[in-house]
């Protein structure tokens, strides 16, 4: 007579959610369309990108203006 094999988890065997991780993100694979951000989490990332917007406004403003093509001097024939 064989021994059945322990199952260590029974979490692929629960069909209902139970808070556990693996659960949740299947559950958040299955209904993409009903997760969305916390409000306090999308505040925080449009005050970061404003951050960063003014950050990135005062470097280009400090940074020294280079010349791209500058004017080329008329050659002379020799």
Avoid: C, Y
Wanted: charged fraction near 40%; aromatic fraction near 4%; proline fraction near 5%.
């Amino acid at each position: 007579m064989t021994r059945r094999k322990k199952t260590r988890s029974l979490a692929d065997k629960v069909t209902l959610r139970t808070g556990k991780r693996k659960d949740f993100k299947k559950w958040r694979h299955e209904n993409p369309d009903q997760v969305t951000s916390s409000r306090r989490f999308t505040e925080k990332k449009r005050q970061q990108r404003k951050l960063q917007a003014v950050r990135k406004l005062a470097r280009q403003q400090q940074a020294p203006s280079i010349q791209v093509h500058p004017e080329r001097a008329p050659e002379s024939d020799d």
